[in-house]
C-alpha cells in the first residue's frame, strides 16, 4: 500500500522556519522524483518544489525560490522542505507528491502519488 505522509506543518509566525517531512513507504522512494505543491483556499494546486531521484537536481518556482529548500534522503525514503522567511501568502496545505515524469514535474496531473497535505498557517 503505498503512503506518503507529511508532518511539520502548523501555525507559524512571519518570518519563520519551519522543516516539512514526507515519509513515503509502499513503492521504491528512489526511483521517483519527489515534489512539494501547496493549494490555498480558493486557488489552485500549484507548484513548489521537485528534486531529482538522487538529489543532484531541485526545481522551485519562482515565488520561493532563496527561500525554500527540497531535500531527500533515500535511505529513510523521506523528502524534506525547508521554508525561510514564511509569508502570510505562503497559508496553504502542503502536498508531497511522487512522479517519474522529471520534465513535466509542475504539473500536478503526472504524479502517480500523493500525501494527505498538512496545513501551513503563517500569522501573527
Known amino acids: 500500500q503505498v503512503q506518503l505522509v507529511e508532518s511539520g506543518g502548523g501555525l507559524v509566525q512571519p518570518g519563520g522556519s519551519p522543516r516539512l517531512s514526507c515519509a513515503a513507504s509502499?513503492?521504491?522512494?528512489?526511483?521517483?522524483?519527489m515534489s512539494w505543491f501547496r493549494q490555498a483556499p480558493g486557488k489552485e494546486r500549484e507548484f513548489v518544489a521537485a528534486?531529482?531521484?538522487?538529489?543532484?537536481?531541485?526545481s522551485y518556482a519562482d515565488f520561493v525560490k532563496g527561500r525554500f529548500t527540497i531535500s531527500r534522503d533515500n535511505a529513510k525514503n523521506t523528502v524534506y522542505l525547508q521554508m525561510n522567511s514564511l509569508k502570510v501568502e505562503d497559508t496553504a496545505v502542503y502536498y508531497c507528491?511522487?512522479?517519474?515524469?522529471?520534465?513535466?514535474?509542475?504539473?500536478?496531473?503526472?504524479?502517480?502519488?500523493w500525501g494527505q497535505g498538512t496545513q501551513v498557517t503563517v500569522s501573527s
Open positions: 509502499g513503492f521504491t522512494f528512489s526511483d521517483y522524483y
Open positions: 507528491a511522487a512522479t517519474r515524469n522529471w520534465g513535466n514535474r509542475q504539473h500536478h496531473r503526472v504524479y502517480d502519488y
Open positions: 528534486i531529482f531521484w538522487s538529489g543532484i537536481a531541485t
